[in-house]
Nanobody, 124 residues
């Protein structure tokens, strides 16, 4: 398994931006994803990235497409989630996750390592 530590959460006003970071150790082997869970709601897959050599690709939930960007720095074993034009409905606990599967989907069942989560609160 991979140990994951998220950071960067906080409070932001609607329309603002926030960047989440996820440090992985010892290293990223497969896909990395961001998930979120809002109070009273099911966990939602937000974004996924797979990056190995020249192969790279990302996947987004429709709810964040065009606003959020996932990126990965393999030299730092770190994944980022840049959140722009945030909305109150983006308020949730955000979790970083690792999957041994390349090109994993946004199904949490494909991910075997999870971080402790970082809270994002968007005020209107």
């Amino acid at each position: 398994q991979v140990h994951l530590v998220e950071s960067g959460g906080g409070s932001v006003q609607a329309g603002g931006s926030l960047r989440l970071s996820c440090a992985a150790s010892p290293y990223i082997r497969g896909s990395m994803g961001w998930f979120r869970r809002a109070p009273g709601k099911e966990r939602e897959g937000v974004a996924r990235i797979y990056k190995r050599g020249s192969a790279a690709g990302s996947l987004y939930a429709d709810s964040v497409k065009g606003r959020f960007t996932i990126s990965q720095d393999n030299a730092k074993n770190t994944v980022y989630l840049q959140m722009n034009s945030v909305k109150p409905e983006d308020t949730a606990m955000y979790y970083c996750a690792h999957s041994p599967t390349p090109w994993a989907g946004l199904d949490g069942a494909q991910f075997d390592s999870w971080g402790q989560g970082t809270q994002v609160t968007v005020s209107s």
